[in-house]
């Protein structure tokens, strides 16, 4: 459950320190080890629900609330500050981080493995080394996670696609996708960070490791800014009275199709077609 | 006394019907009379169940339940713009009242809700003028007189078909739907946002609640339930995943996001853990039937709240308080993020609701006594009498009691439905389906 309490050395030569005292830190060591473990979960949960193809906002929510409050605590504690000091340390290589980060990306299982908390804390990278750990991310085409990790900014590129009245058909997609690549301003949001692939920068960017402290906002400043910004705009126009929508070719389908058949546009066998020239694309963009 | 037979009764249960879906059961709902029974799956199947006639000769006099109908309710679509398949499985069904013949019910997934038709046909029209017994149309020279058709009987027929589908209006995934009391219109809730439908009207719906915060880097907060009042045709509730409770008026304004009342406990701070919030997360709120209370589930315990009091719950229940001290292994598995359900009996003096390991718990009201019971194949065999079961806490097990690192986090009870009028109970276990009946004298 939590990682086990390091064991405190008692030097010899150093001052007595009483029993009740060092029990106290014992416990105070103890609970900020299984705080830490608690932060480092919540985060793998939340880089997990990007990785979903759909993610649970209600569940989103929550643990993004949960790795707040620990902040919030850790802030007040001042050990926040000695964390992103000790993230901040040279120690680590490079490579060292690009290995962490790839696993991240690699990993789907639910149940994240112990050894991945430790990966968590190589998270000082700094953005042009996120970028670059993309191309690990591309590594394995077939894992649909790695690729449904950039989807959600490859949604907001054809959004706005869209609404700039393109035609969308896949091979426009397929331009625009690449047209725009990496220099296309992703995020509608100010305050933003824009160079760094979100998904992957949301993550890091919970942690957000510049000196001095970080408010706890700044720290979860991305994270919510992928779930659903590809609708941003066009939600703005569903609010209210709802008259029928702007459509899409989707929507279009969906209300000429008889009301008694099916009403899905595209059977799974073609979904599942679709997702496959998706990782395809995906592996020339990042590859590039 | 009426009140110690509720429990009496359910405590001599019986197993009258295992059904087992194909897939698992997302939803239960009995109809306004419980004749008939709804169940949804994540395959986006929707199976109703009748109600036997009584029959005299039958030893028990209470009728079975048989499947009734199938169909196919939502298929698994595609949505473009974000890339994302959008799940066939069905989240709620909510039955229209019976106006004629014909049922009709409503089945809602993530996007899309649908009006379904469910009728009978029993009867078939012969002697056709113009055309033959096989439908071929007949030479006019061949037709000598003139007869009128006639109505002959037919095996009974069940036929389902959608009359309205209610669809692009929610960004997020559904997770609630209800029938309004005018019987004319009903809500549909999202994680962010409640619409208000016209069930004659598909190509627009009102938004009636909107918490979307303009900047979604700001959310916190989602909507986890919604309700329309079983009387009162303007008042609605919705439930958020801080452990509060809006009641809204829809009179008040045409957006309702001012509530009316605010219903929330405040916490114990000696309680207080950074799991705090999740468990304080609503996941349903269900009116009594009278209208006067309402029922919250949050993770731990079930509180019912007087719809005059809005500082804290008039009830609340345990349901597996022994979980208090492992949640953090729940929130490793993610256990901590089921979603449970919640019922009330049909005069509202005893409460429902399922738990792990199969369990499923109720709460009598007024004698404030409590049973644990088990929906499993093995430990029930058909027309047997359900035992009461007991989850060890810590100290020396006693025989038949199971301890809580026993217990089967994978086999929960999500969804549990109460007969409007009798003490028939539905629970679904995973993929399957157990309706239980208490013993006649």
Redesign the interface.
Not at chain 2, 75 to 87: A, G, M, R, T, V
Not at chain 2, 219 to 222: C, K, N
Not at chain 2, 331 to 334: F, L
């Given at each position: 459950m939590f990682s086990k309490g390091t064991k405190r050395k008692f030097s010899d030569g150093g001052e007595e320190i009483s029993d009740e005292s060092l029990l106290g830190a014992r416990v105070a060591s103890s609970y900020s080890l299984q705080r830490q473990s608690l932060l480092d979960m919540s985060l793998i949960k939340l880089q997990l629900c990007h990785m979903l193809v759909e993610p649970n906002l209600c569940r989103s929510v929550l643990i993004a609330n949960t790795v707040r409050q620990i902040q919030e605590e850790m802030t007040h504690d001042g050990s926040w500050h000695m964390v992103t000091e000790a993230f901040c340390s040279a120690g680590q290589s490079p490579s060292e981080r690009l290995v962490a980060t790839e696993v991240l990306c690699r990993s789907r299982e639910q149940d994240a493995e112990p050894k991945l908390f430790s990966v968590i804390s190589y998270e000082g990278c700094c953005e042009e080394e996120v970028v670059a750990d993309e191309t690990l991310c591309s590594v394995s085409v077939s894992d649909t996670v790695s690729n449904v990790c950039l989807a959600g900014r490859m949604g907001q590129c054809w959004e706005k696609s869209e609404l700039s009245g393109i035609e969308r058909d896949e091979e426009a997609l397929e331009d625009s996708r690449l047209g725009s690549g990496e220099e296309e301003e992703i995020d509608t949001e100010d305050g933003a960070s824009t160079e760094s692939p979100k998904t992957i920068g949301q993550v890091f960017g919970t942690f957000e490791i510049k000196n001095g402290s970080p408010g706890p906002d700044s720290a979860l400043e991305e994270l919510f800014s992928d779930v659903d910004t590809s609708y941003y705009d066009l939600d703005t126009m569903l609010t209210g009275m709802q008259s029928a929508p702007k459509m899409g070719p989707y929507d279009l389908l969906d209300s000429l199709a008889p009301s008694h058949s099916s009403p899905s546009i595209v059977s799974t066998p073609n979904c599942r077609s679709d997702l496959n020239e998706l990782d395809h694309i995906m592996e020339i963009i990042v590859g590039s | 006394n009426d009140h110690e037979v509720t429990l009496r009764g359910i405590n001599n249960c019986l197993l009258f019907l295992s059904g087992y879906a194909a897939d698992i059961i997302s939803t239960v709902e009995f109809n306004y009379s419980g004749e008939l029974l709804a169940t949804g799956d994540k395959g986006g199947r929707v199976v109703i169940f009748q109600r036997e006639q009584e029959s005299k000769n039958r030893l028990l006099s209470r009728g079975e339940y048989n499947v009734y109908s199938t169909f196919?309710s939502h298929?698994?679509?595609?949505?473009?713009?974000?890339?994302?398949?959008?799940?066939e499985k069905i989240n709620k069904i909510r039955w229209l009242p019976q106006q004629n013949a014909a049922h009709f019910l409503l089945s809602a997934n993530?996007k899309?809700i649908k009006l379904w038709k469910i009728s009978e046909r029993d009867k078939r029209a012969e002697g056709y003028n113009l055309k033959d017994e096989d439908g071929r149309l007949q030479d006019q020279f061949r037709i000598t007189t003139l007869r009128v058709p006639v109505l002959m009987p037919m095996d009974l027929m069940v036929e389902a078909?959608?009359?309205r589908?209610f669809?692009?209006?929610h960004?997020?995934?559904i997770n609630s739907i209800s029938v309004n009391s005018d019987y004319e219109t009903y809500l549909s809730a999202d994680?962010?946002?409640i619409?208000l439908w016209h069930l004659e009207i598909t190509?627009?719906?009102?938004?009636i609640v909107?918490i979307?915060p303009a900047?979604?880097?700001e959310?916190?907060?989602?909507i986890?339930a919604a309700e329309c009042h079983p009387h009162q045709c303007n008042v609605f509730v919705y439930s958020s995943?801080k452990g509060t409770i809006r009641l809204c008026d829809m009179r008040a304004a045409a957006?309702c996001d001012r509530h009316s009342k605010f219903f929330e406990e405040p916490e114990d701070p000696s309680s207080r853990s950074?799991?705090s919030?999740?468990i304080s997360?609503i996941s349903d709120v269900k009116f009594s039937h009278s209208g006067r209370y309402m029922m919250t589930r949050d993770y731990l315990s079930v509180k019912v709240w007087d719809l005059n009091m809005e500082n804290r719950p008039v009830e609340t229940y345990q349901v597996h308080e022994y979980l208090r001290s492992k949640l953090?292994?729940l929130?490793?598995?993610?256990c901590i993020?089921d979603k449970f359900e919640c019922c009330w009996n049909g005069s509202d003096s005893a409460i429902m609701t399922g738990s792990y390991n199969n369990f499923f718990r109720m709460f009598d009201r007024n004698t404030r006594r409590d049973i644990t019971l088990e929906a499993s194949r093995e430990n029930s065999k058909p027309r047997a009498i359900l035992k009461p079961r007991k989850v060890c806490t810590g100290g020396k097990r006693k025989k038949d009691e199971i301890s809580v690192d026993s217990l089967d986090f994978n086999k929960k009870i999500l969804h549990t439905a109460w007969h409007p009028k009798e003490n028939v109970i539905a629970v679904a276990a995973t993929n399957n389906l157990y309706i239980f009946q208490d013993k006649m004298n």
């Open positions: - | 196919q298929e698994p679509e595609f949505d473009y713009l974000k890339s994302l398949e959008i799940e993530d899309t078909s959608p009359r589908i669809a692009n209006a960004t997020y995934h994680d962010l946002r619409n190509d627009r719906s009102f938004n909107d979307k900047n979604m880097e959310l916190t907060e989602v986890t995943s957006l950074f799991f919030e999740i997360s953090c292994s929130y490793e598995n993610d993020f």
